[in-house]
């Protein structure tokens, strides 16, 4: 059974930083997207930054220059790299691996997966 397992979330003033890892029970490297999510209360879950099977990391506008995506292959493990975190980047982060179907084309944010973490908290106060 494939497990993804986040860490790293917690609480935050803005312009703080924090680091979420996921470990990962299955392979991570070239042959899978994978990314990061939130979602917030009350909105829908949005992607973040992922890394495609080809091409380069994307994200999304509002965390570029801010977050910071990466994987260590021979860990099995994804990271993100927040800093100057605003107080809207509070949400529930997720990770996810293995890019399912064709769903949004280029763009690894927009995919579905099919590998999900449970989730981490990340809350930033003003």
């Known amino acids: 059974q494939v497990q993804l397992l986040e860490s790293g979330g917690g609480s935050v003033q803005a312009g703080g930083s924090l680091r979420l890892s996921c470990s990962a029970s299955?392979?991570?490297?070239?042959?899978?997207?994978v990314g990061w999510f939130r979602q917030a209360p009350g909105k829908e879950r949005e992607g973040v930054a992922c890394?495609?099977?080809?091409?380069?990391?994307q994200s999304i506008d509002s965390v570029k220059d801010r977050f910071t995506i990466s994987k260590d292959n021979a860990k099995n493990t994804l990271y993100l790299q927040m800093n100057n975190l605003k107080p809207e980047d509070t949400a529930v982060y997720y990770c996810?691996?293995?890019?399912?179907?064709?769903?949004?084309?280029?763009?690894?944010?927009?995919?579905?997966?099919?590998?999900w973490g449970q989730g981490t908290q990340v809350t930033v106060s003003s």
């Open positions: 299955l392979y991570i490297d070239g042959s899978a997207s």
């Open positions: 890394i495609p099977m080809h091409g380069s990391p």
């Open positions: 996810a691996a293995r890019r399912r179907g064709s769903v949004g084309g280029d763009s690894c944010l927009l995919a579905e997966y099919y590998y």
